[in-house]
């Protein structure tokens, strides 16, 4: 298996996605809310990179969710906290989301063979999927604000690193050193993250719960994927 590491939403290679399975990476938050959504019971997450496309598609079975630097958009029903997303409020709705950082890198991965949701929530059902399916592999680290961000580079370093703990794997160098910083950080992940940009934005605003949830590993084992028919996000 072939695995390569895209550091940020702007460093996806559109044409080189033909034939590899995306994994579109936002720990913080955004697929994280994705899986939760879906694992409460939402019927579907569609991924819109605008406020105004996500607004023409609000109804009464459709809720809005997603941010705006961290904070809830005007209008939504929802913010980016997956907290929000409980079964009472999404069983049986769709989900129509727009953040600023993680919607915008799936938007970019419609030459994949597949697209697929990752976070530490999910990563061992999510590596068990792409070890049987054998195609090569692009993470997406979405990043925040088109830099660099170390919360989902220390994801992709867990899922490189299950990855080649269940067979044959080349990551390259920067999936080498993605899987060092892993190992480096995951006795403690909080501490890790003490000084990483995002993480503090997210500290700073009081959404402390929301960071213990989403570095939480595997307590959602399931596949969210892109249906290719309808552009909607659903397990599988």
């Known amino acids: 298996m072939n695995i390569h590491i895209s550091l940020t939403a702007r460093d996806i290679r559109e044409d080189e996605l033909r034939g590899r399975i995306a994994v579109v990476i936002d720990v ?21 990179a605008s406020v105004e496309e996500a607004l023409a598609l609000q109804s009464g079975e459709v809720l809005l969710g997603g941010e705006r630097h961290a904070l809830r958009i ?10 929000e997303y409980t079964t009472e409020k999404v069983a049986g709705k769709g989900i129509v989301l727009s953040t600023t950082n993680g919607t915008l890198a799936l938007s970019k991965c419609g030459l994949a063979e597949e ?25 997406i680290c979405a ?5 660099f961000s170390l919360d989902d580079f220390l994801c992709a370093g867990l899922i490189c690193s299950t990855l080649r703990s269940a067979g044959p794997a080349e990551s ?14 995951k006795a403690d992940i ?37 249906n290719r028919e309808s552009g909607a996000f659903e397990t599988i």
């Open 28 to 48: 913080l938050r955004a697929t994280s809310v994705m899986i939760t959504a879906i694992s409460n019971g939402a019927r579907w997450v569609r991924a819109v």
């Open 190 to 226: 909080h501490t890790a993250l003490s000084s990483a940009t995002h993480y503090n934005v997210l500290r700073n605003k009081g959404f402390l719960a929301d960071l213990d949830y989403c570095l939480t590993r595997d307590s959602h084992p399931v596949i969210v994927r892109k």
């Open 172 to 185: 390259g160098d920067l999936g080498r050193l993605a899987i060092q910083t892993w190992e480096a950080a």
């Open 74 to 83: 005007e209008g939504f029903d929802l913010t980016n906290s997956p907290l």
């Open 115 to 139: 697209v697929l949701v990752g976070a530490f929530l999910n990563q061992n059902a999510l590596t068990d999927y792409l070890a049987a399916r054998n195609l090569p592999v692009e993470l």
């Open 143 to 147: 990043g925040t604000n088109g830099e």
